[in-house]
């Protein structure tokens, strides 16, 4: 079965650029999509088939794919943006990554 | 505005059965399939069933085969999830969510707010 592997955290400064990864097997060439998951919340979608961003997402989430990683970027990280964010592909059923907690100091 | 309200999370003791329903609005639900996500405590997200649009073809998580029924009512705008001979490591909050059909894989773009199942004697 297809996986998905995340950093199970990372941290950034307040104003920071923040990137998370996902890593899979020619991940590149499936649509890779992230969710935003803050506490006792539930998941936002944040970007879609790789780069895009749903209405109301800032300008400051981005994502690429390509190769075996896909990556989330957080430009100019506010402290509103600490979360758990999960990728997710479609590979034959629903695979989600095991999720990355973002600290921002 | 989507919305999607989940209700029927309970308390259940190991071997019972519990059914889960998610309210929609906003959208037209016929021509969405819709899938159930849940998350044990401390955990993931890991998917457990989809069901398309118009029924005719659902879907199941192998933890989960033969066990849960996803079905919906598309005169009510509801989606369900029956689940029986329910287990301890089933415990999790169970969340409904609006896929988008993608020819590439679906995605999820909106998820209701969850209700938490806890299976214990």
């Known amino acids: 079965s297809y996986e998905l592997t995340q950093p199970l955290s990372v941290s950034v400064a307040l104003g920071q650029t923040a990137r998370i990864t996902c890593g899979g097997n020619?991940?590149?060439?499936?649509?890779v999509h992230w969710y935003q998951q803050k506490p006792g919340q539930a998941p936002v979608l944040v970007i879609y088939?790789?780069?895009n961003r749903p209405s109301g997402i800032p300008e400051r989430f981005s994502g690429s794919n390509s190769g075996n990683t896909a990556t989330l970027t957080i430009s100019r990280a506010q402290a509103g943006d600490e979360a758990d964010y999960y990728c997710?592909?479609?590979?034959?059923?629903?695979?989600f990554g095991g999720g990355t907690k973002l600290t921002v100091l | 505005e989507v919305q999607l309200l989940d209700s029927g999370g309970n308390l259940v003791q190991p071997g019972g059965s519990l059914r889960l329903s998610c309210a929609a609005s906003?959208?037209?639900?016929?021509?969405?399939?819709m899938s159930w996500v849940r998350q044990a405590p401390g955990k993931g997200l890991e998917w457990v069933s989809a069901?398309?649009?118009?029924?005719?073809?659902?879907y199941y998580a192998d933890s989960v085969k033969g066990r849960f029924t996803i079905s919906r009512d598309n005169s009510k705008n509801t989606l369900y999830l029956e689940m029986n001979n329910l287990r301890a490591e089933d415990t999790a909050v169970y969340y409904c969510?609006?896929?988008?059909?993608?020819?590439?894989?679906?995605?999820?773009?909106?998820w209701g707010q969850g209700t938490l199942v806890t299976v214990s004697s």
């Open positions: 969510a609006k896929e988008v059909p993608d020819s590439r894989g679906n995605y999820l773009d909106y």
């Open positions: 020619n991940i590149g060439s499936k649509n």
């Open positions: 997710q592909v479609w590979d034959k059923t629903w695979v």
């Open positions: 088939r790789d780069s």
């Open positions: 069901i398309s649009g118009s029924a005719d073809r659902t």
């Open positions: 906003g959208f037209t639900f016929s021509n969405y399939p």
